[in-house]
């Protein structure tokens, strides 16, 4: 079982920068990969990246490559979303997730959840 506390969400104008991050606990042994997503009123939640346990590993969602990075600390317990040149088109509710074994670019493959923080960039 794993338990996902996100934070560090904000508002920011365009082309600035913030610092999600993921607070987790539990059994990491059922961790597997871990990703953040994000959500808008009224549209699907998305993948935005994903990292493996280890932290070797990382996947980001043509949208955000270039701007975003992925990072975790074991030691720590901490999952981060780095977020540089935000866009209005950023702005989504970002939710971190845990869980997934196999193609994890899917909502559907991850099995744990944290509440999300609200992310919004002004034009």
């Known amino acids: 079982q794993v338990q996902l506390v996100e934070s560090g969400g904000g508002s920011v104008q365009r082309g600035g920068s913030l610092t999600l991050s993921c607070a987790y606990s539990?059994?990491?042994?059922?961790?597997?990969?871990m990703g953040w997503f994000r959500q808008t009123p009224g549209k699907e939640r998305e993948v935005v990246a994903s990292?493996?346990?280890?932290?070797?590993?990382?996947y980001y969602a043509d949208s955000v490559k270039g701007r975003f990075t992925i990072s975790k600390d074991n030691a720590k317990n901490t999952l981060l979303l780095q977020m540089n040149s935000l866009k209005p088109e950023d702005t989504a509710m970002y939710y971190c997730?845990?869980?997934?074994?196999?193609?994890?670019?899917?909502?559907?493959?991850?099995?744990?959840w944290g509440q999300g923080t609200q992310v919004t960039v002004s034009s």
């Open positions: 990292i493996s346990t280890s932290g070797r590993g990382a």
């Open positions: 997730a845990a869980g997934c074994r196999l193609s994890c670019y899917t909502p559907q493959t991850y099995n744990y």
């Open positions: 539990g059994n990491t042994d059922s961790q597997y990969i």
